[in-house]
């Protein structure tokens, strides 16, 4: 079974820096895009950033200048590097992989970690 494994959340200082990981845990896959999401309590999911195969990147305007989305195909690993970071960016974060499977592409979700901006 496909699991995302996601690493790098915690609490930091507004106007610090957090860098999430989320991998492929057992297996290889066939990957197209990778997306990170995040949720705040009583809001909305929210895509904040997108990746292609090919690096093409996509941000939302509330993240970008300050994160940067990044892939590396052969561990079937996405990052998302966090700077400047301000205490509306308190969310769980989750990642997303598009996985093939033959012509179709099944989204599947890590298990999100949790991301406290405070002083």
């Known amino acids: 079974q496909v699991q995302l494994v996601e690493s790098g959340g915690g609490l930091v200082q507004p106007g610090g820096s957090l860098r999430l990981s989320c991998a492929v845990s057992g297996t290889r896959l066939s990957i197209d895009r990778m997306y990170w999401y995040r949720q705040a309590p009583g809001k909305e999911r929210e895509l904040i950033a997108t990746i292609t195969e090919g690096g093409n990147t996509d941000y939302s305007d509330s993240v970008a200048g300050r994160f940067t989305i990044s892939r590396d195909n052969a561990k079937n690993t996405v990052y998302l590097q966090m700077d400047s970071l301000k205490p509306e960016d308190t969310s769980v974060y989750y990642c997303?992989?598009?996985?093939?499977?033959?012509?179709?592409?099944?989204?599947?979700w890590g298990q999100g970690t949790q991301v406290t901006v405070s002083s």
């Open positions: 997303v992989f598009g996985v093939r499977r033959g012509t179709a592409i099944y989204n599947r």
